[in-house]
């Protein structure tokens, strides 16, 4: 069997195969959720850590899980990925009680947290960097897959066969991709590579497969290894950010004055004081801090993180915009929500490739122009649109987030040494996945402080509008300084010489000029 090296686009499939299953794994039980709370009895609140267990969970272990990848192997942790991500769906398949099915989620969520902290970095040192935007960007359309084909699965599995389809159908998949990557990523055979047949870093394919680059580096980086696990930062960052985000998230349910808000603000601060004291401390801190001065790879997670608050801002009132204001069914408008992600799917791999040959920065800014174009259009629509003027904003907003993610996710693995990938792809899904949930709940907060109501559904049609108008206008101008930040230039020598092996730093350096890298 040949070595991962020279097959970039096995690697790739298998990289796909954990992306779609994750991001599946978050928007398949959506529309299942009335079916758990009727069964078994509990109200709205508490059925929704159903969805909040999976997210949170990702979001405290995306950076431990990819600074474990960076020293023991990107390939060893993310194969391990599917299996814990198996046995999370199955015990939630099997769930009793509500309490047993959040921990259940929680710890899919862990599984999903070890594959999207390693999927890009693996898919980074399997191609070279003059093919990096499109890999990166084929893997972003599986994502979008799973996220858009996630909710009518769900729903034709739930009114089958009961909720508990909508876990099951996880194990095949996952036991599926385990195989796969033990076998193309991590386990090889006696002709692989050495460093990639343990599990080390297989980050010297990409260097292999680039004539200009220098020789391809076996095994971890020197003294990787040698360097102990920042235990103590791991520790701190999860419940850290867990309580600011339940804060964040749950402040208007509760009350932002409540005292639960409050205690758990204070918590989250102390805890991230403790944090940073720690990785000040540490001969070898989670998040490194000349990473995180790679004004690339800064300005690339910032603007990641506002594409997702404002694409989520549209997506959590978007429901009730189209069932409420509008009077559709609920078919009806789950198929015009498929319109944005359906965009999205089929751009990404286009714009990757663009980014490949003109440079990460122009597509992007493009992207979040587009984006903030198609938000204001979406707030603009009125009470009455027509379906075509409705279709027209949704395809607008699915534009501008494909335009943008493939060359950002190259902008900032590109800006990253080679054995910090994985800390890198851990920090990209962390800029996404808090986005995504600051979103959702910057919306609903907005909405209401506008005159929407609670519940939502209940508003007046007038209010209902003006606010909907609002928040979208709000969200809009998130994209509008997401594209700002996206079109400062990088400065020639801001790239770390080892990002993304070989030629990596001159498509960061190129970012700016529009000029095809290297």
């Known amino acids: 069997m040949s070595s991962p090296a020279t097959r970039p686009y096995a690697v790739l499939g298998v990289v796909a195969v954990g992306t779609w299953m ?12 009335p079916l758990v709370r009727r069964d ?14 999976y997210s949170l969970s990702v979001s405290a272990l995306l950076l431990p899980f990819g600074r474990l990848g960076d020293r023991h192997g990107k390939g060893r942790v993310y194969a391990a990925g599917f299996g814990v991500f198996g046995v999370g769906s199955a015990l939630s398949a099997l769930a009793p009680t509500l309490a047993s099915l959040v921990a259940a989620r929680a710890l899919q969520g862990a599984g999903a947290a070890m594959l999207m902290a390693n999927g890009p970095a693996l898919t980074t040192a399997a191609f070279p960097p003059a093919q990096r935007g499109r890999a990166l960007g084929l893997q972003a359309t599986a994502t979008y897959l799973g996220l858009s084909l996630g909710p009518s699965i769900g729903g034709w599995l739930a009114q089958r066969a009961g909720w508990h389809a909508a876990f099951w159908i996880n194990l095949p998949i996952a036991a599926l991709g385990g195989l796969l990557a033990r076998s193309l990523v991590w386990g090889g055979s006696a002709s692989a590579t ?4 343990r599990g080390a870093d297989p980050g010297a394919s990409a260097a292999a497969t680039d004539a200009a680059s220098a020789p391809p580096a076996r095994g971890a980086p020197p003294g990787a290894r040698a360097r102990p696990f920042p235990w103590a930062s791991a520790l701190l960052f999860g419940p850290a950010i867990t309580a600011l985000l339940v804060a964040v998230t749950r402040g208007q349910r509760w009350g932002f004055q409540s005292p639960r808000v409050i205690g758990l603000l204070a918590l989250g ?7 940073v004291r720690a990785e000040r401390r540490s001969p070898a801190p989670l998040i490194s801090g000349a990473l ?11 603007a990641a993180f506002l594409q997702y608050a404002a694409v989520y801002m549209m997506l959590f009132l978007l429901p009730f915009y189209l069932q409420g204001r509008l009077a559709m069914s609920a078919a009806d408008a789950g198929l015009v929500m498929t319109v944005q992600p359906a965009v999205m799917a089929v751009l990404t791999a286009t714009s990757g490739w663009l980014s490949d040959r003109i440079g990460t920065r122009a597509p992007a800014v493009a992207g979040m122009a587009a984006l903030a174009l198609g938000l204001a259009s979406v707030a603009l629509l ?8 409705l279709l027209a904003a949704l395809a607008l907003v699915g534009v501008g987030s494909g335009l943008f993610t493939s060359p950002n996710n190259s902008r900032i693995m590109g800006a990253a040494p080679r054995d910090q990938q994985g800390t890198a792809a851990g920090l990209l899904a962390e800029a996404r996945n808090v986005g995504m949930l600051c979103g959702v709940a910057a919306s609903g907060a907005m909405f209401a402080a506008l005159g929407g109501g609670q519940p939502i559904e209940a508003a007046g049609g007038g209010a209902l509008g003006a606010a909907f108008q609002g928040t979208m206008l709000a969200a809009s101008a998130l994209a509008a300084l997401g594209a700002g930040v996206s079109a400062a230039r990088t400065t020639p020598g801001s790239a770390h010489p080892g990002a993304g092996g070989g ?11 529009g000029r095809v890298p290297g």
């Open 40 to 53: 078994l009895g509990v109200d709205i609140g508490a059925a929704s850590w159903v969805l909040a267990a």
């Open 269 to 275: 601060a102390v805890l991230a004081a403790a944090f």
């Open 292 to 302: 995180l001065m790679q004004p690339a790879l800064g300005r690339g997670l910032v």
């Open 194 to 197: 050495p460093g990639i047949a």
């Open 382 to 389: 009125g009470p009455r649109p027509e379906r075509a003027g």
């Open 22 to 33: 994750s991001a599946l794994g978050s928007s398949l039980i959506n529309v299942a959720v």
């Open 503 to 513: 030629r990596g730093s001159a498509v960061v350096r190129g970012e700016s000029s």
